[in-house]
């Protein structure tokens, strides 16, 4: 190979800036450079908390056979570089508390670190995982002022992997057989199409009754409140951290993986400038595709009453914070 051109091919590995070094965030940095996808800068305000863990894992790197660095920092400027921005950052949920109760605490962290991340890396696709996910996703697209598809919020794959779960351990069947397809806000709004659901191609409804699917799906909407139940002193973060990993992957590697994700509909649903849990296309550019799926007239005002209660949000978290 020629000197004029070895020196066109690329050696830049990707780079995955996680803002917030909780436990989200800190095992995202784990699933991602232990599956070798990105290089990863792990961010925190808490001095010393980012660059302890960062350490801790780049020490188990020849264990687990990857060759990805993960930089531990309190600066911004050390994202430079960064091909996605995922925010962690904000408030857990406590017993008792719902998304919303973090409202206006976590609209503020949002904004600021979407501002910061963007301002360095402005060809960025950002991901939000910060709850109440729906309205976050909203106002750190409107802060950055990024194209619409290059931002979205992870809920839809976390959801649909609870459901997931759920049906397996109704049926006593593996996961991987199992299709599953929920719409809507993250949590408690979410609006499970059941009748999408399958497994091995078999909907749900002919392999349960009714009562059960109820029973499943109310289950799947509270799943994270009863994670927080248990725990006592925080929230889920194994599934959380895999669902953004699987979206990150899809990204990095371009698989173009039709997944549901919170994106900003333009009409689709009959809904505008909100971002809510629909499918999607996710590849190299970000979104390349929104799917509208056929929903009966109770399906679809169910999703329009979701997109309702996290635009009240959104209408909130501007009034109350100015933002």
């Not at 919303?100 to 949002?110: E, Q, R, S």
């Not at 109770?298 to 100015?322: C, R």
Request: charged residues 20%; contains cysteine.
């Amino acid at each position: 190979m020629s000197a004029i051109a070895a020196s066109s091919i690329s050696c830049k590995a990707p780079q995955v800036a996680v803002i917030g070094a909780g436990k989200v965030g800190s095992t995202l940095a784990q699933r991602i450079t232990e599956r070798n996808l990105a290089n990863v800068v792990l961010l925190d305000i808490v001095d010393g908390l980012p660059q302890g863990l960062a350490l801790d894992l780049y020490e188990a790197q020849g264990l687990e056979r990857h060759d990805k660095t993960v930089l531990g920092t309190n600066s911004y400027d050390d994202t430079v570089g960064s091909d996605i921005i995922v925010i962690t950052a904000g408030l857990p949920r406590k017993p008792g508390m719902s998304r919303d109760d973090l409202l206006y605490t976590n609209a503020k962290i949002v904004v600021h670190a979407a501002k910061e991340a963007i301002a360095r890396n402005p060809h960025a696709i950002l991901i939000v995982v910060t709850n109440p996910l729906d309205v976050m996703t909203y106002l750190a697209w409107q802060a950055t002022g990024l194209p619409k598809s290059r931002v979205m919020g992870m809920g839809g794959v976390l959801d649909s992997s609870r459901l997931r779960t759920f049906i397996a351990m109704e049926l006593g069947v593996t996961t991987g057989d199992i299709a599953t397809l929920v719409l809507g806000g993250h949590g408690d709004l979410m609006v499970p199409i059941t009748r999408y659901c399958t497994v091995s191609g078999v909907p749900i409804t002919e392999l349960m009754d009714a009562s059960a699917i109820e029973r499943i799906v109310e289950r799947t909407k509270n799943g994270g409140a009863e994670i927080v139940k248990l725990l006592k002193t925080g929230s889920a973060f194994y599934a959380p951290a895999s669902s953004v990993c699987y979206m990150v992957e899809s990204i990095i590697l371009n698989q173009s993986r039709l997944l549901p994700a919170a994106v900003y509909l333009d009409g689709q649903y009959g809904l505008n400038d909100i971002f809510l849990g629909v499918p999607c296309q996710l590849g190299c550019d970000g979104v390349s595709r929104v799917v509208e799926v056929e929903l009966s007239a109770a399906e679809l005002a169910k999703l329009q009453g979701s997109a309702a209660a996290v635009k009240e949000g959104i209408e909130k978290a501007i009034a109350k914070t100015q933002l």
